[in-house]
C-alpha cells in the first residue's frame, strides 16, 4: 500500500520552503521568475490555499501559507513543485535528468504574535539579505512587492494577514534581524521546529508530534541559538 502524504494540519500559519537540488539556479532570468509565479497562479487556482507572503530567489523559494484543510499544504506545495520542474524540464530539454527540487518542501509552524511578524520580515528580506537589492521593495518576485503595485490577478492570490500590519513596516523590513531572531528561524527552517514563545513551541510541538525537533543534535551547543551560516 503506497504510504500517505504527511499532512501539515489546519489552524496554524507555516513557513514553507523549498530549494534546488544540488544548488541548480532555478530562475536565471526574469522569464524564469515569470513563468513560476503563473505556475504559482494555477497551483492556487486548483487549492485555494491562503498565501500571507512569499518571495522567489536564485535556488529556492519561501511562502508563509494559513490553510484551511489539513491537505492543503501537501496538494499545493506538491503540484507546484511538480509542475514547475516538468516545465523547466521540458523548456531545457533535460527531461529525465534527475529531480530539479532537493526533496518535500519543508514546513515549521508559527505563533501568530510577534514571531509571525519576524518570520514575515525573514521572508520578505531575503533578497535583501542576499545583497541583489538595495531596498527589500524592490524585489519584484516578492508579495512585499506584489501587494504594493503587482497586478490585480497576483495580488488577488494574498489574505489578510492574522495581526495588524505595523505603520513602519517598510523600515521594520529592511532593518536586519537580529542574530537571535535569525538563527532561531533558521533553526526551525531546518528542523521544522515551532517558532513562537516557549510555552507555544513546546504545546505545539506535542500537538503536531514534533517533539523531536526540539532535541539536540550532535554535541551540546553553548547556546540553542548558535548554529553555522546558513543561506537564506
Known amino acids: 500500500m503506497p504510504r500517505r502524504a504527511r499532512q501539515t494540519p489546519a489552524g ?30 494555477l497551483a492556487h487556482q486548483l487549492v485555494p490555499l491562503r498565501i500571507l507572503d512569499w518571495c ?30 516538468m516545465r523547466w524540464r521540458v523548456s531545457r530539454r533535460t ?14 509552524p508559527i505563533q501568530t504574535n510577534r514571531h509571525f511578524l519576524t ?27 506584489t501587494r504594493r503595485q503587482g497586478s490585480p490577478e497576483f495580488r488577488g492570490m494574498l489574505t489578510e494577514w492574522p495581526v495588524p500590519r505595523p505603520p513602519n513596516w ?9 542574530a537571535k531572531e535569525l538563527a532561531r528561524v533558521r533553526l526551525s527552517a531546518t ?6 514563545d516557549p510555552a507555544w513551541v513546546q504545546q505545539t510541538a506535542k500537538e503536531l508530534d514534533l517533539e523531536h ?17 546558513h543561506e537564506n
Not at 219 to 224: A, D, I, L, Q
Open 56 to 85: 522567489i530567489m536564485k535556488n529556492h523559494w519561501h511562502f508563509i501559507v494559513w490553510p484551511q484543510t489539513d491537505i492543503q499544504v501537501t496538494d499545493f506545495f506538491r503540484w507546484l513543485a511538480h509542475t514547475h520542474a
Open 95 to 108: 527531461v529525465g535528468w534527475g529531480h530539479l527540487y532537493q526533496g518535500r518542501f519543508k514546513a515549521f
Open 12 to 41: 496554524y500559519i507555516y513557513h514553507v520552503l523549498n530549494r534546488a537540488a544540488g544548488r541548480i539556479a532555478l530562475f536565471r532570468k526574469d522569464a524564469d521568475y515569470a513563468a513560476f509565479q503563473r505556475v504559482m497562479l
Open 119 to 145: 518570520v514575515c520580515r525573514y521572508v520578505q528580506r531575503n533578497a535583501l539579505t542576499a545583497g541583489v537589492v538595495n531596498r527589500a521593495e524592490h524585489w519584484p518576485w516578492s508579495s512585499l512587492w
Open 170 to 178: 517598510l523600515e521594520l523590513v529592511n532593518t536586519p534581524l537580529t
Open 213 to 229: 525537533t526540539l532535541r539536540r543534535e550532535g554535541r551540546p551547543s553553548k547556546s540553542e541559538d548558535q548554529e553555522q551560516p
Open 191 to 196: 528542523r521544522g521546529r515551532p517558532y513562537g
